[in-house]
């Protein structure tokens, strides 16, 4: 009984875990991907690398007009990640705290002084920023540098939390600088504030897949297609035969392995059938002979049986080159009409707007909803912001900041 217990409480770790992988692979950008596989190429002595030669179409050497993908900033992602996991009161209350961090992500009032502020109760402001913490980038709007290695801990090393945050603390309350070594070495890994880069965009080099039109058909590749990893067979039979402490450190290596490669798997395998049903809905649109159809993250979610924030993921901060153009994935998920005008009209004509905008004097978002009110379109600032992000398109400051 008492093994089957135990075992059972191991497999539902690494589940947990694995799972852990999963989304975190999910979400990650080709380059960041590819940042992340060299990292454990390096730490981990089972897995090696495969990195096939990548064709040239999946390189943009040069950039056309405003489709140039950029990464988003920091602020940029978390409130992507706002919107996709809060709703209602809720997500307001998260966008008003962003206006109360500083340049590195600390809150830069008390949680009462921003409760009188905003006139929110102070519990409400606490529960909702517990979640805001955990979204990525993790730890924005935490009270101090303090609480955020706390965080990191808990998410990092969640089988020794517990006992890595009692350390911290004692440490703190003691002024005691002097660590065990192994407890120094852990902590110096975490980050010491939430923000870290300029927020400044930036194009990037890799997309994410390729689709062409061959012989009047449209063909994918993943860029996935051409990275993998496989294992050291060296270290596999030095794992099977060690003992003690080598075959301890070794077996922790190969479960990391395993888990980074169906996590691999599962990305692999889910974005090639997103991409699919894009193909077989928007083909009118990728072969040049019509506009983009109808197409919601919910529905996509529902055919391939997974949650809507599971396909969000996917989607999220990834490219596309078409026979038509270079776009954000999330480009081709269209609703049948927003604010008296199809939402691809929309994107049309936003498009249309900014490639014929001063370089010098980019349109604030705002310009842009008064250019289309003059046409007859009522569209709010809102809903321009919304659909240029859509687009892949940058705010006018930093379309100023490229030309």
Known sequence: MKINQRLELSLRLNLKLL???????LALQVQELEKILNEEILLNPLIKGVFKKVPKNFEVREIPSFEVPYEASEIEILEKNLRTELKGKELEIAQELLNFIDERGFLSKTLEEISYELGIPLETLEEVRKK???LE??????????EFLEIQIEEVYPEESEFLKKVLRDSRETNNINLPKNVREKLSRLKISPLSSSGLPYKIAKLDAVIEEEDGELITYLYEDFIDIDINEEYLELYKNSKGKVKSFLKEAFEKYESIRKALEI??????????IILERQEDFLKGRGDLKALTVKEVAEILGVHESTVSRIVNSKYVKTPVGTYPLKFFFVRESVEGVSQYELLSLIKEVIENEDKRKPLSDEQIAKILREKGFNIARRTITKYREILGIPSSRERKKRG
């Open 137 to 146: 980038p993790i730890g924005v709007c935490s009270k101090d540098i303090w």
């Open 19 to 25: 799972l852990k992988q999963q989304i975190e692979l």
């Open 132 to 134: 805001v913490i955990r």
């Open 267 to 276: 990305r692999r395998e889910n974005l090639r059938k997103i991409l699919d």
